[in-house]
T-cell receptor, first 114, second 112 residues
Framework: NAGVTQTPKFQVLKTGQSMTLQCAQD?????MYWYRQDPGMGLRLIYY???????DKGEVPNGYNVSRLNKREFSLRLESAAPSQTSVYFC?????????????FGPGTRLTVT | LAKTTQPISMDSYEGQEVNITCSHN???????ITWYQQFPSQGPRFIIQ???TKVTNEVASLFIPADRKSSTLSLPRVSLSDTAVYYC?????????????FGKGTKLSVKP
């Protein structure tokens, strides 16, 4: 049981390049999320997927797109990277049940855009 | 969306009890209160969650007054390994509606 996995762990891009961050969970969770964390800051929600087949914008969606490929996988795409997107990206998942919840986080992807 | 206010930083010594208070004045009726812990270079980790009164698990206790406008995370007898950032969140259910706000958290430094 690996929990939430993210690839790659590190990435350096040049301005204007594109890339996709991959996330997968093996806990049969319904909901998945993408956050970014800038130095000294808390996490900000980029996009989330409440269930397979649905995605919604979070607090800071501009410059990103997402795909909920299936129940396990949720990818984040940067179409044209900008230096302002230099950050640590975390993927998370939760059961999405109505009662209690707990988000499980991946180890993060450290992205630098030059 | 219910926002939270918590101290930016706190210092403590090993063996002491640490209480971190979070203010959430506009908490909604269906909102739960959840605390996460984050170590450097890692993703946050769930600590405890509650709706009202007191909740205790093997790691911490969570105290919620009747008006639910604030909550206090209590860490008993902290150790150096408890040095981390602690986030208070208020949101509906599993946050599956994307309504969770992490904020900047409280940086707890435990000294020997």
């Amino acid at each position: 049981n690996a929990g939430v996995t993210q690839t790659p762990k590190f990435q350096v891009l040049k301005t204007g390049q594109s890339m996709t961050l991959q996330c997968a969970q093996d806990m049969n969770h319904n909901s998945m999320y993408w956050y970014r964390q800038d130095p000294g800051m808390g996490l900000r929600l980029i996009y989330y997927s409440a269930s397979e087949g649905t995605t919604d914008k979070g607090e800071v969606p501009n410059g990103y797109n997402v795909s909920r490929l299936n129940k396990r996988e949720f990818s984040l795409r940067l179409e044209s990277a900008a230096p302002s997107q230099t950050s640590v990206y975390f993927c998370a998942s939760s059961s999405g049940d109505r009662v209690a919840y707990e988000q499980y986080f991946g180890p993060g992807t450290r992205l630098t855009v030059t | 969306l219910a926002k939270t206010t918590q101290p930016i930083s706190m210092d403590s010594y090993e063996g002491q009890e640490v209480n971190i208070t979070c203010s959430h004045n506009n908490i909604a009726t269906n909102d739960y209160i959840t605390w996460y812990q984050q170590f450097p270079s890692q993703g946050p980790r769930f600590i405890i969650q509650g709706y009202k009164t007191k909740v205790t698990n093997e790691v911490a206790s969570l105290f919620i007054p009747a008006d639910r406008k604030s909550s206090t995370l209590s860490l008993p007898r902290v150790s150096l390994s408890d040095t981390a950032v602690y986030y208070c969140l208020v949101g509906l259910y599993g946050g599956s509606q994307g309504n969770l706000i992490f904020g900047k958290g409280t940086k707890l430094s435990v000294k020997p």
